[in-house]
């Protein structure tokens, strides 16, 4: 045999071998695929879904770490101004020197530090409520409060000054947390009139059920004499309070002009005017300690809106107080006792 055909020879040996190499290369996963057991394709399935839900609770507790770091900062700002006033040096925090604390000298040191603490907290909030409290509606910052029952104190004295700054701290907090959700439903509205819808505010609150819808309204009420006596978004606020505080004595008015003249007047249909009772008292209540407290600066539009508010609701109250006396109203709809 010649060398020229054991060289040709030879190369069909390696070209063969190469191609046996690359179609071994290729089709063998493939065989391996199609001959693994079922159970193990079942597995890599179900580790394949795992895994996905796994990334899924990453991504909610990625999320939930957001929040707590968010809440966290509000709350390590509160804490750490505590703790500053508590470990400054007296003179330096500019309040009253320890001998002008009557009926405190003679308590704890812990209870005087923190009494210091306390009016620099006051001393704070005041200058938010002297802005508006405009830098905190879009936080979670609310006044630091130590409550006087959890301390032991040598004279009742003492805790009634502890009681004096927890009253004007208690105000702000609930001040602030109204004014939030004001602002929060302001930003709602402008978010529907962008949209094209036309929204007053508090229609939501508006189209509840009977009893849930006066509770709702009772509540944003509230909100908008917090509103009013903060200074925040006035014009809103007095909007706001003048139609809810309509539509919520309207029905007294409707059953006072009917029980004045039947004739001329539709009779009302059935209406549980006991709610009154609770809400009405206490938005009264709420706006004369808003009007005369001394606490802390009211808006200078404040005093005014909230007097007239009170007197509007205490009109209406007596009002319904006397259609009761009348025994011209269903014992059901009506607790005549609990009114006088």
Known sequence: MSKSIKHLLIALLIISVAIAYVA??????????????????????????ENQTLKQVIVELNEQIRRLKKAL???????????????????????????????????????????????????????????????????TLEPVIVESQYLIFQNEASREKFREIESILSLHRQLIRDVRVFHDEIQFRKKQIQGGSDYDL??????????????????????????????????????????????????????????????????PGPYNYNFYIVFGKKLINYADHLAR????????????????????IGQSLTALNEAGGRANIDPDLLDVQALE
Do not use: C
Request: without cysteine; glycine residues 6%.
């Open 73 to 139: 900062v509000g709350r390590s700002v509160q804490f750490a101004m505590l703790q500053q006033e508590i470990d400054a040096p007296r003179p330096s925090n500019g309040l009253p020197s320890l001998s002008s604390l009557k009926n405190m000298d003679n308590e704890l040191f812990l209870n005087q530090q923190i009494y210091r603490a306390l009016l620099a907290e006051k001393k704070r909030w005041v200058a938010y409520q002297q802005s508006q409290y405009k830098d905190i509606l879009e936080t």
């Open 24 to 49: 071994a290369k290729g089709f063998l996963p493939q065989w391996m695929g199609f001959h693994l057991p079922s159970d193990a394709g079942d597995e890599t399935a179900d580790l394949i879904a």
């Open 202 to 267: 508090y229609d939501l609150k508006l189209e509840l059920q009977p009893f849930a819808r006066e509770s709702a309204i009772a509540d944003a009420l509230q909100q908008a004499l917090s509103a009013v006596g903060a200074g925040i978004y006035q014009q809103e606020a007095s909007q706001a309070l003048e139609r809810l505080m309509g539509v919520f004595v309207a029905p007294i008015e409707a059953l006072t002009a009917w029980l004045a003249d039947p004739d001329d007047a539709s009779e």
């Open 293 to 312: 407290q001394t606490y802390i600066p009211l808006a200078p539009s404040a005093l005014g809106e909230l007097d007239y508010f009170s007197r509007r």
